[in-house]
């Protein structure tokens, strides 16, 4: 049944909401819903998943983009109504009729909506019977499951396999992200664990087949703990040197001086001064090529619909009549969305992007002297500043500040793939504290990769800063404590946590890496990625996140709250991967690094990226 | 391009015989005449342009601002409508209008309607700010006073953000902070607020001053240097006052509005 409907403007204004249902809903899922969906650019998905101690709602939307009104219908997850978007539809239809921007009470619609949503519901009944008979479409199947109690095993394992199929097949076009997931999937996930646990061995192993599927849904129920379980002997057994052939093992190699570590209180090296870091320093934005770049982004546009019905645009961008359709909106799109590709955008990410672009701007009605391209420019150009415009504060400064008043250090860990810069800009943001007269201490937890404890003691006293280090093959995570409480005993303020590159498939080292950050909860988790990345931003971003969560044993999970853009100097105008990471992962650029000396280090320019990538 | 000649040589055909006559005619004209017309009119054009640079149109927006959640829709649909409707969620729009109060909508005498400006608290939406602060006549900062204690440092860095900008500074721009959601029982007194925020605000003055000189996000720097921050010391008027959205006590907002959007 469903739990509620409303109708609201964009400006957040209730305009009607489905009386008959008196229970109010727990939490507040529509909030929920703009504020992590519609607002982060994801209004071209399916549906949104919230869940809540007591209840789980699935959300669906649809806009009406031309009066400003937006039509949310929420339902219990477990339950799966078919006839929601249908409803949406026509709710949308019926009320767009009696819409009047002056009035605010719609208590009329009541009736109608009652009409629409018992015509909705009888065309789902039937749709169902006719699936019985069928026996081809998936929701006649799940009723079936849920309907049925313990009966042939087999034809159920058969059952429930074959609908995994019609599932994936079926909802091929939602992403697989934690946020929008197909409900499908996890109802069947929740339904099929039950039975698991009941099933006894079955012809062939079930398990193996459901686990296959409910890991492509990228649900972490059972999978994990089995994998758990596996992991368990292996803690138990020492560490072993990385075999990378058959070639037999070497003999440890370790070339750290025994005498460098307590000689170098001999060397002094004088602190290094190179003026000041590139972060302090306003960065100018010449706005007097916009007018060249409007006439070129003119001619292009012109170039794409030059052909087809050119008198007719021309027609329509005058007179300004014409809603906007999809079938309008397609090639505009496609070309924009070319046209981010070449800017090193994610080929996913950017396909997002026009969706939501394209879910904003369907129905509305064209302004005159415009043409398509142009107000779908602009819609894009205003969503992207959305994007990237951080949700949240990037000032470390302050964040320092606080935790210097609770008398505790403030921890930074920097996290990333193998060879991203995360030593080099660790030393950068440490030269940028140090100048707004921050002390800093360094923690060398990458104790895996040969000469980065001596990498970082390199830094360090080049900058005359403190570094607490315990070699090699040693455990991190027990590394980084120790070097928060050394630093809360000498009064740094902030701590540096460097950690070993790793790959996102890699599970040992992500299980360390969660590990780490579990035991410290440091204050701010650091995503470094190198500005040359491609698609695999989005795989490394979801990843790790994903690895997070899953792997945290608290009850709210650290997931990466900044990004650190490296090697921006090495990419000219292929801005993309900010746009990619950033949208993936929702956390804000805190930091660009953009060379390799110490000052090379600047805030993220939301208008210039912008503008960059719709040159 | 031989067309445009071709179009260009016709003009020139049409327009000669009255160019001959125009000459003619003020050669004709004693020189004295001419000179005395010309300066009139000059004189005119000048008079004119002081007169509008003089009479600075007063303007009369005003712009609700402040965290998602601390009741700004509502407000604005209080002083529009005199009622909440049937609620409000996170905007993604700012709500604009101009009317009358509607407290004000029985009196008699000719009242000019406001114009005002209900912008979204999200984070995302902030760049809307820089928008319609130019032209407006007052802010006003609404603050949740309900759950004060656990956005207090968001709400102070965005005054703070707001207080620093260069349109408010040179423009004195007046800025009323209102504590909405008084009528539940736990919610802070405005002077609670007031001096939390001058605090926080004191330390944000200490963390982002640090900074050299050329800081991106302030633009200036508040308050007197040394001393605690107090928030008589900005050049701009600052007012606290309390409300609550939801019943219609929104007494202090209109009179704020009333004092600096004059009819």
Partial sequence: MLEQLLVFTRGGLILWACREISKALQGSPIDALIRSCLLEERSGAVSYNYDVPGASYTLKWTFHNELGLVFVAVYQRILHLLYVDDLLAMVKKEFAGIYDPKRTEYDEFEAIFQQLRMEAEARAEEMKKSAVQVGAKVGGRKLELVGKGRSDQGGKRGGSSGDGGDGELGKGRSFENGHVNGGVREEKGSVDGKKELVTQNGAFDVNKLQQKIRSKGGKKTDTVTTKGSKAEPKKKMVKKNRVWDDSPPEVKLDFTDPVDEKGDDNVKFVAVDEGESMMDKEEIVSSDSEVDEDEQVEGDGNGETKKKGWFSSMFQSIAGKANLEKADLEPALKALKDRLMTKNVAEEIAEKLCESVAASLEGKKLASFTRVSSTVQAAMEEALVRILTPNRSIDILRGVHAAKEQGKPYVIVFIGVNGVGKSTNLAKVAYWLLQHKVSVMMAACDTFRSGAVEQLRTHARRLQIPIFEKGYEKDPAVVAKEAIQEAARNGSDVVLVDTAGRMQDNEPLMRALSKLINLNDPDLVLFVGEALVGNDAVDQLTKFNQKLADLSTSQRPRLIDGILLTKFDTIDDKVGAALSMVYISGAPVMFVGCGQSYTDLKKLNVKSIVKTLLK | ?263
């Fill in chain 2, 1 to 263: 391009m031989d067309e445009i000649e071709q179009w260009k040589a016709k003009i020139q055909e049409l327009v000669d015989p009255f160019q001959q006559q125009i000459q003619q005619k003020i050669q004709n004209i004693p020189d004295i005449q001419l000179y005395t017309a010309v300066a009139i009119i000059f004189v005119t054009l000048i008079l004119s342009v002081i007169v509008r640079l003089s009479k600075k149109k007063k303007s009369n927006t005003i712009i609700l601002a402040g965290l998602s959640g601390s009741g700004k829709t509502v407000l604005f649909y209080q002083l529009q409508d005199g009622s909440s409707h049937q609620g409000t969620v996170t905007s993604m729009e700012p709500n604009e209008g101009t009317f009358v109060l509607h407290s004000e909508l029985n009196k008699k005498v000719k009242i000019r309607p406001v114009h005002i400006v209900d912008l979204p608290g999200h984070s995302r939406l902030r760049p809307k700010l820089d928008d319609y602060l130019p032209q407006s006549a007052g802010l006003v900062f609404v603050v949740d006073a309900l759950e004060f204690l656990s956005t207090c440092r968001a709400a102070a860095e965005y005054l703070y953000d707001i207080l620093t900008k260069a349109t408010v500074v040179k423009k004195k721009v007046p800025v009323l902070i209102l504590c909405n959601k008084t009528e539940k029982v736990t919610a802070h007194s405005k002077e609670f607020i007031r001096k939390q925020l001058e605090k926080e605000i004191d330390k944000l003055r200490a963390s982002r001053t640090a900074i050299s000189d050329a800081d991106i996000s302030s633009e200036y720097t508040l308050g007197v240097p040394g001393q605690p921050f107090q928030f008589s010391q900005c050049t701009n008027k600052v007012t606290v006052g309390e409300a609550s959205g939801l019943t219609g006590e929104i007494s202090q907002v209109e009179q704020f509005i009333r004092e600096h959007v004059k009819s």
